[in-house]
């Protein structure tokens, strides 16, 4: 052990010499003071900062409510300063960014709080949202189901019904339909019966997917709840005609004011519902007469549709034996012409299945060879199909 | 150096097993206290050493809270809460804290201008560790009101100084031994360090790199026990959140860490431009007129205030745009005029001689660099793993490795700033790249290049790492030796001897038990044709020391001057000898290194 006066700094004035039991006596008494009055500081601090970052969030909420996004990138940015780690101040930030179109910077601030809490509700749609304004499906869909199975602090049902529903419209959005009917189904089924309104968009997302029977299960019960839904009553109709319950279109087409069922979406199908509905022989309560009329007046209609195609086509049906499938139908259906006249057939009702699928026949065979017709064609054309004759 | 006996200094309670117990007379606490005193006097110095490294740690840890809280609350005071000053206050609070600042350093606290880490250094190595404490209160004051004015300097070096400060005078006061007095400064820095920085492992390593300048440092425990006890204080107050949070990210192929390479030579260039222009300007800013120093740092705040009025992202530490900039919130360009102007208001700020710490503009500029590399390889090669964030936080590291020259604590300091491990392989590659291109062009590291331009040589690890160390292998001859037993016929002895010219013989006697006999004691038996003598008769001396070849050549100087030669013995059987090494073989060893 070396003597005090050698451990004295060189050159300088010695100091007042204590014991060491004072000395450490002296440090423990400035420990426990330094203590407190570093407490006290950081205390002092602490709420300072707290109430800057609170003030300065505040005025970037009211900025960004009032769609000053610059001015809220600002005020959220002051606010993170003060309170770098807020959970709240990032994700409000990184929310602006994404509205101000910068989603690529938000979206390392959301990485972050997913990392800490990656089951957040919150943080998952608001990752999902920047990958689907950019684009990135995989991306999305994983972060929108982070977010539907995510956790949610207020009202967590319906806002898992909510981003459900985003993340239908997204995928019909971007024409991934296989993917978007399993989450519009499982959304459907979410759906509260009570729920008028969330019933309405469910039948809109699956009249979007094409999802008929469904739509059609959904509008019929709204229109019961209100009469003059007008929403549900076109989407029923639409569904109907799609079904090819043609009469049942009719209805709904018809309990529909005008204006809506003139719309540019409704008109036609309006129209080729009608006039299915006119040369439709099959409809109950029509006369005999009645029938082989229609199933008369289809036979030559679709007569002339295929000799149409055929010209078209430069084909000669006369060749014989018949060999193209025009040939073929108008062969058969010249067979049976011969002898059909409508008084014919309402002499024989049973023939009018028989007339009407050669009819259809004829139709399905130019369908094939030139497309799908127009007008009263269409309308035959899918009486034949509502009566289960596809086309070839 | 520990000593066996207890500390027995004047003032010390003797030890408790000596002393009457009369607790029934003395208050409670009293005896508590007595109790307590006497197991920490009656402690080995080492173990005390330990003791006073917590304390120490704790104090450190007290201040850098105390220092951080001092700077955030100046800020917010000169320069207002928002990111973006107004335009008085970011041209007026430079200038005038500059003028504040002057005053002070030259009229109440002349020893807080200049780097902290140099003056601890030279209190380890001139001043027996004396730090006067008069300087802790200097950079305590003068660094919360510069750096809180937003001159470009950073908190860690002036709390890595306040933390020897404060170890300085316990060791005085508490009357150490005069080498663990010199010692304790550095338990201190590293403590304050690694407050401020909120990285222990950073902090040790650094102090071990930069302040005490060799790995072989006896109070390593102390240091990190010191470093420990600091942050945990530290968090207490402050709370234990890493400065930056980035999101992990993964290199998925070798491939990718090219974009590494590109940073770690961006970086070295950088940190050399950056290095050159200190080096060239501080001496000619020394030398300007005596006055002339009442204005430099206002001269400094007044030039950063106004290229803060457009960019005030480089005022102060920076800290905050650091983390904005690894949140990927800059385009390339600004990141670049970032980086650029962050050079040049940090070199206006130390230039001046403003009180302040290199270590947080050093963080910013890398960090902005990284940032606009990352953004234009990602630009050109979308699939690159990581974001700007992960390219701003290499980048951190890459020009704190090339700029202090410190690759080591570079890259730890990159992992417990931002918490992620996963940037340790790209931060580890561009740090080495930077570090070679620093080292490759500019010789001296900037401490050393501070410390010499003010008239001081303190040893570097670098310079350590420099020197070759020579082992015996680099000095020993093989088959210069013959090996003699015990029965073995002294004719035949001194016919191999002929043999071969210059051969030394040694006698085995057990393994690990070896003497050496002179030839002209062998040719004194052989001249005797009386009788036939065996080797056993010569008279041998020894037992010889032995060496290993591994072994250092310094080790075997201590005793080569003693013996003729020593032998060189296998570790795996010391009856085997692989050589014989003497004193002329080592002292032209020696000779053939160059000199640094």
Known sequence: ?392 | MTEPTAVTSPGAIPPAANEPTNSSSKSGFRAMWEVWTNRVFTMREDRFFLFLAVLIGILSGLAVVCFRIAIEWTQIELLGSSLSPTFPRVVLAPTLAGIAVALLVIYAFPRARGSGVNQTKSAVYVSNGYIPFNTVVGKFITCALAIGSGQSLGPEDPSLQMGAGIASLIGRRLRLSQEKVRLIAPVGAAAGLAAAFNAPISAVLFVLEEVIGTWSAGVLGAIVLAAISSVVTMRAFLGPESMFRVPPFRVAKPADLLAYVVLGIVGGLASLVFLKWLAYARPRMQSLPRWTQHFQPAVAGLLIGIIGIRLPQVMGAGYPIIDQAMHGQFTWKLLLVLAALKILATGFSFLSGTPGGMFAPSLFIGAMLGGAVGAIEQHFFPALPGTVGTFALVGMGTFFAGFLRVPITSVFMVIEVSGNYTAILPVMISSLIAYGISRSYIKVPLFDLLARQDGLVLPSVEEQREQMILTVEDAMRVDAALVLERGDKIGEAIKKLEAKEGLLSFLRVRPGEWNFIEQSELQRLAADTSQSHTVEEANSRGPLPFVFRDMSLEEALHWAGDWPALPVLSRADLSKLEGVVTLDDILKAFRKVPVA
């Open chain 1, 1 to 392: 052990m070396s003597s005090p006066a050698n451990t004295i700094a060189v050159g300088k004035k010695s100091p007042r010499i204590y014991s060491r039991e004072a000395v450490l006596f002296g440090c423990i008494l400035l420990l426990v003071l330094f203590v407190l009055f570093t407490a006290a500081v950081s205390r002092m601090y602490h709420k300072k900062i707290h109430v800057l970052a609170d003030n300065w969030f505040d005025q970037g909420e009211a900025s960004f409510r009032a769609g000053d996004i610059k001015s809220a990138l600002t005020d959220y940015r002051n606010a993170m300063v003060y309170s770098p780690d807020n959970a709240k101040f990032q994700f409000h930030l990184a929310q602006a960014l994404a509205a101000a179109g910068r989603g690529d910077e938000g979206r390392s601030y959301l990485l972050n709080l997913l990392s800490e809490s990656p089951g957040s509700g919150d943080v998952n749609l608001a990752l999902a949202r920047i990958a689907a304004h950019k684009g990135l499906t995989s991306d999305a869909l994983r972060y929108y189901h982070g977010a539907i199975y995510g956790v949610w602090e207020n009202n967590p049902i319906e806002m898992r019904w909510q981003v459900r529903r985003e993340l239908a419209e997204y995928l019909l959005e971007r024409g991934l339909q296989q993917q978007a009917v399993p989450e519009i189904i499982a959304l459907a089924d979410s759906t509260p019966a009570d729920n008028i309104e969330q019933r309405r968009v469910v039948g809109n997302l699956l009249l979007r997917a094409k999802l008929w029977n469904r739509v059609l299960d959904v509008f019929r019960s709204l229109p019961a709840a209100n009469q003059n839904d007008e929403d549900a009553l076109l989407g029923a109709a639409t569904s109907a005609f799609n079904l090819g319950q043609y009469n049942a279109a009719l209805d709904y087409f018809d309990r529909l004011p005008e204006k809506d069922r003139n719309s540019p979406g409704a008109a036609e199908m309006y129209k080729t519902a009608q006039q299915i509905n006119e040369m439709n022989p099959f409809l109950p309560g029509l006369s005999r007469e009645a029938k082989a009329r229609r199933a008369a007046s289809a036979l030559s209609l679709a007569t002339v549709r295929v000799q149409q195609c055929a010209s078209q086509l430069g084909q000669s049906l006369s060749a014989t034996p018949p060999e193209t499938q025009l040939q073929k139908a108008l062969a058969d259906a010249k067979e049976l012409a011969a002898d059909e006249n409508w008084q014919n057939i309402a002499r024989h009702p049973e023939t009018v299945d028989e007339v009407m699928g050669h009819a259809f026949e004829m139709e399905n065979a130019a369908v094939a060879a030139c497309g799908e017709p127009e007008g009263v064609d269409q309308a035959l054309w899918l009486l034949g199909r509502s009566r289960g004759v596809s086309a070839q």
